[in-house]
């Protein structure tokens, strides 16, 4: 048994989140990992996770009504067992190609975990299908259908705007914020909603996606010295996407890019203020050293966010995803 399957089996008895709202990494941390190359460090490190988390919730009802179920908690449980039904029943690229656009409004349920945690099973199951890595991904979809979440107006891209443009037009919040991510999200004022709309829509699927990520991982070095784990998930979330979209019909690309950006732009809306732009990282680290420091730093988001960063660099060549590496293996 893989590395990765054994550390799937022992986290398939946790729950999607813990300690009142904080999202269960476990999975994405030990996938990240294995994809950073160090599949030996993934046994050490969710022994020291798992003892942070919840146990599995128990199914209580048959999902029948979906509709009336998407983003009710407290039914995580029956969304583990729909799920799992759904992919013993049918190949899971047909179960990803369905729910997907139904699941897609919801781009901020768990404050973008649960596309992230969706993406890293996707991505995994894709190398190897297993029945691990089937009952993960069965638990990603689940947390995103429970934890879904739509955000104040539409994700669609309307306007005329390029994509620097419009992010430094979007409004800053200065209201009060949440303890959790995902309601502060949700206070953003009418004129977020607008100015979301103003951006044009994407020329180029792919390079679309690579831009989206480029854009939020500058906007991370800029600002991300304060609200930092905000800021990151504005990164890891287009990154694990952009990881994806080969497994996902091409005619849902369009909206997956719009709500990805609807999502980035409310984390940089809700949590700009008390930032300030700061000058970029120079002389990015070598790859290796930056996955090696991750891998000493332990933290998840460290790990995540090297690992997203590390794929974008192998796919752009850009440095600034090196850059973005080195600045969030300083502040996690």
């Known amino acids: 048994m893989s590395a990765l399957d054994a550390a799937l089996e022992r986290l398939a008895r946790t729950g999607p989140e813990w300690e009142d709202g904080l999202s269960n990494h476990g999975p994405m941390a030990a996938e990240a990992l294995v994809r950073l190359g160090f599949g030996d460090a993934v046994e050490g490190w969710v ?41 013993a029943s ?22 973008t975990h649960g596309v992230i945690r969706t993406a890293h099973a996707v991505r995994a199951v894709a190398a190897h299908e297993t ?62 909603a607008a100015a979301v709309t103003e951006l044009r829509p994407p020329a180029d699927g792919l390079a679309a996606f690579h831009e989206l990520s480029r854009t939020f991982a500058v906007v991370f070095l800029e600002r ?48 700009a203020l008390g930032t300030t732009v700061s000058p970029l990282v120079e002389s990015p680290a070598n790859p290796v050293d930056l996955a090696e420091r991750a891998v000493a730093n332990g933290d998840e988001h460290a790990i995540k966010l090297t690992e997203a960063c590390l794929r974008s660099f192998d796919a752009t060549a850009d440095p600034v995803f090196l850059r973005t590496a080195e600045l969030g293996l300083t502040l996690v």
């Open 224 to 271: 991300g010295r304060v609200n930092t784990i905000e800021y990151v998930h504005a990164v890891t979330a287009p990154v694990a996407v952009t990881s994806i979209l080969g497994e996902l019909p091409r005619p849902l690309w369009g909206p997956t890019y719009a709500a990805l950006w609807q999502v980035c732009a409310a984390i940089h809306s809700g949590y």
């Open 47 to 87: 022994s020291g996770y798992l003892p942070r988390l919840d146990g599995a919730p128990r199914p209580s009802d048959r999902i029948g009504d979906w509709r009336a179920a998407l983003g009710d908690l407290r039914r995580a449980g029956d969304w583990n067992a729909y799920f799992a039904d759904r992919l």
């Open 131 to 192: 029945p691990a890595r089937l009952g993960e991904l069965a638990r990603a979809l689940a947390y995103w259908a429970a934890a879904y979440v739509e955000l104040p107006g539409r994700p669609v891209t309307l306007g005329s705007r390029p994509l620097a443009e419009a992010v430094a037009a979007l409004p800053v919040y200065e209201g009060e914020r949440a303890s959790r991510i995902t309601a502060t999200l949700g206070r953003l004022t009418p004129d977020f």
């Open 90 to 111: 049918a190949p899971w690229r047909e179960v990803l190609a369905l729910w997907w656009p139904r699941l897609v409004p919801g781009m901020a349920a768990g404050a």
